[in-house]
């Protein structure tokens, strides 16, 4: 195990290197820079010269992208030109909230998503099963800022049931915190649930066709013994592929689900930062993107080793 882990790790390097050239020079090749900001319209030229000496953007871009790769390899993230706070502080407050919302979001996708499938496979061409994958593709088809916004005016306009926006910590009220969170996790859920109904349907159908499963049945086994504790088990690896990249998918979509919801998590703070030209928070954020899913990866490895013990443990795989 610990050899698949330090492969993983080293095969990961090269990728963490191109995100971090990708986002060093991906924001510097579009027009503007922070001064744009910081100075407002009002400023002139010699004012934003001035700016830019005092941030370093004079210096050539090698210079740049040196003196921010020894900053990294120093645990320095380096420092916010919007905010003036150290990235690593801001990020390490900033991303419990997103956490907190991506995993709510996470559940309420794996024990619906999975739910659906399992009962749309059992229930094959039938009104059912046409129904739930009606609304699984309905569901794949919606942006989800749309679905936000829908759910806002629904359930805290209309009917006035949750708030609008804004963020109570679970540690400080779990009730509020629900509240809080209840529409941004489903705004994020609700429009992966239906592809993950439909890769669990998919799977489900393929197992349930199996030798195995026909002789479990033909040895009078319950429905429930065939369907939980045979099928399902072997339907899970491809239901884990498809999770890990849900989960990833709630991480990117959280950018536009926090603003939309005044979310104060990390996706709203690099959401910003795009807008401010904030290069550092947007260099050091996709990196700390990147390690996540790295990590994410690495533990979806070790998840299907433990499904199926034919894949073993060879760093190899």
């Known amino acids: ?62 210079v740049q992208l040196g003196r921010w790769m020894i900053g990294l390899a120093h645990g320095d993230l380096g420092r916010s030109i919007l905010l003036g706070q150290d990235v690593a502080s801001t990020a390490a407050e900033r991303l419990p909230v997103t956490f907190s919302i991506a995993l709510f979001s996470f559940a309420i996708t794996v024990t619906f998503g999975v739910f659906a499938g399992v009962v749309a496979a059992l229930r094959q061409n039938t009104w059912v099963d046409q129904l739930l994958m009606t609304l699984a593709v309905l569901g794949v088809s919606l942006p989800n800022f749309w679905l936000a916004l829908v759910l806002i005016v629904l359930f805290s306009v209309d009917l006035g049931w949750l708030p609008t926006g804004g963020y109570v910590p679970f540690m400080t009220d779990p009730l509020q915190w629900l509240r809080a969170a209840t529409l941004p996790a489903l705004s994020l859920a609700l429009v992966q649930v239906g592809l993950l109904a439909r890769v669990t349907r998919s799977s489900m159908l393929d197992v349930l066709r199996q030798d195995y499963v026909r002789t479990a049945r033909a040895k009078g086994l319950s429905a429930f013994k065939v369907v939980f504790k045979h099928a399902l088990t ?40 795009i807008l401010g030209r904030d290069y550092p928070v947007i260099q050091s954020g996709l990196l700390i993107y990147a390690v996540m899913l790295v990590l994410l990866n690495i533990v979806l490895d070790l998840i299907y080793a433990k499904l199926d013990p034919r894949i073993g443990y060879d760093a190899s795989n």
Do not use: K
């Open 234 to 273: 072997n339907t899970l690896i491809p239901v884990v592929t498809i999770t890990g990249h849900l989960f990833s998918l709630l991480l990117g979509g959280s950018i536009v689900i926090e603003t939309v919801f005044s979310i104060p998590g990390f996706g709203l703070l690099l959401g910003s930062a």
């Open 1 to 62: 195990m610990l050899r698949l882990v330090a492969s993983r790790l080293l095969s990961a390097i090269p990728v963490l290197l191109t995100v971090m050239l990708i986002a060093f020079f991906l924001m510097r090749m579009v027009p503007g820079d922070p001064t744009m900001v910081l100075g407002g319209l009002d400023a002139t030229q010699q004012e934003r010269d001035e700016m830019r000496r005092t941030l370093g953007l004079d210096q050539p871009l090698p």
